[in-house]
T-cell receptor, first 112, second 115 residues
Framework: GENVEQHPSTLSVQEGDSAVIKCTYSDSASNYFPWYKQELGKRPQLIIDIRSNVGEKKDQRIAVTLNKTAKHFSLHITETQPEDSAVYFCAAMSGGSYIPTFGRGTSLIVHP | DAGVIQSPRHEVTEMGQEVTLRCKPISGHNSLFWYRQTMMRGLELLIYFNNNVPIDDSGMPEDRFSAKMPNASFSTLKIQPSEPRDSAVYFC?????????????FGPGTRLTVL
């Protein structure tokens, strides 16, 4: 089955810096990669997703890149703000499966 | 729209007891998902219903867990008997387009503690 590794587990940055979170996956058939943000005590919320037919997608300060050959994808947050502090999860899903595999999460702390 | 509704929000029970978690999806959504989140294992999808029919339950950990969706507006996740390792936050989510994360809405979760 699919295996998703996410790094780092904790990331601490200063306000205004960029943050990068990386995930690798094992199943070359995976073709859908969503990213979630979960604030403390709250529910996960989708922030951006990418499909395997594109290499990059951007939404304001957030971007995701995908390297299918290397089987890794990354979340980039620019100009970080304290309200970006949360746990971020990546996931990978194959077109032939209904079950996504999630990374273990990255706790992002943005210091004002 | 009230969003996905889960009850109870918190449940504390003793080992061996039966636990039933409830979910009301967003009206008009035809897909429903049950997730479990723990520190040890992260976020896991347990089961996925489409049009009230279980499509994939390969994430259900063992026979002690069962899920039903008797109609389009209600689903239950039951654990019998419960064990301390079942302690987790259980999320229900619904979607109107299958597993597409951009159309999937999570409920607030039920925090289960098994003593």
């Amino acid at each position: 089955g699919e295996n998703v590794e996410q790094h780092p587990s904790t990331l601490s940055v200063q306000e205004g810096d960029s943050a990068v979170i990386k995930c690798t996956y094992s199943d070359s058939a995976s073709n859908y990669f969503p990213w979630y943000k979960q604030e403390l005590g709250k529910r996960p919320q989708l922030i951006i997703d990418i499909r395997s037919n594109v290499g990059e997608k951007k939404d304001q300060r957030i971007a995701v890149t995908l390297n299918k050959t290397a089987k890794h994808f990354s979340l980039h947050i620019t100009e970080t703000q304290p309200e970006d502090s949360a746990v971020y999860f990546c996931a990978a899903m194959s077109g032939g499966s209904y079950i996504p595999t999630f990374g273990r999460g990255t706790s992002l702390i943005v210091h004002p | 729209d009230a969003g996905v509704i889960q009850s109870p929000r918190h449940e504390v029970t003793e080992m061996g007891q039966e636990v039933t978690l409830r979910c009301k999806p967003i009206s008009g959504h035809n897909s429903l998902f049950w997730y479990r989140q723990t520190m040890m294992r992260g976020l896991e999808l347990l089961i996925y219903f489409n049009n009230n029919v279980p499509i994939d339950d390969s994430g259900m950990p063992e026979d002690r867990f069962s899920a039903k969706m008797p109609n389009a507006s209600f689903s239950t996740l039951k654990i019998q008997p419960s064990e301390p390792r079942d302690s987790a936050v259980y999320f229900c989510a619904s979607s109107d387009q299958g597993f597409r994360a951009d159309t999937q809405y999570f409920g607030p979760g039920t925090r289960l503690t098994v003593l």
